[in-house]
């Protein structure tokens, strides 16, 4: 089964896409995150492309395990997700996803501005990645 991993933020949205069979996942990209009707669309599109069986989605938990203040807004977003898809929804604790991109990123060739582009989907990554190796 196919599984899109959504790093979701204030400004940016982060996508990798990976197979539950292989345990393996690759960053798709990012997207600003705009208007939630638009978020919508483009991982509906996604999920058909990719034949998505399931959606897995970072959620920011603070270091002792309680909520972050973006805690909220993922919830808004998983919520509004879920009345629109079909496809099962589960929350992954993304604690230190970004610090793996950033450590990821370094790979990359240029500037710090060239590498940020690629941060959320890293983070996507890292995020299918731990939902793989607990599941």
């Not at 069979?21 to 939630?36: C, E, H, K, S």
């Not at 973006?70 to 919520?79: A, E, I, L, S």
């Not at 990821?104 to 060739?109: A, C, N």
């Amino acid at each position: 089964m196919k599984v899109l991993a959504v790093d979701y933020g204030s400004k940016r949205i982060g996508l990798a896409v990976g197979n539950s069979m292989t345990r393996v996942a690759t960053p798709l990209g990012q997207f600003a995150t705009g208007n939630i009707q638009e978020a919508l669309a483009q991982i509906l599109k996604l999920v058909g492309e990719f034949e998505i069986g399931h959606i897995v989605v970072g959620y920011p938990l603070h270091a002792d395990g309680s909520p972050s203040r973006t805690c909220g807004q993922v919830d808004r977003f998983v919520n509004f997700l879920r009345k629109r898809i079909a496809v099962p929804v589960t929350l992954v604790d993304e604690k230190l996803s970004s610090v793996a991109a950033e450590e990821m990123s370094r790979d990359i060739p240029g500037d710090f501005r060239k590498r940020k582009t690629f941060l959320d989907a890293l983070a996507a990554q890292v995020i299918l990645q731990k939902y793989f190796e607990h599941s």
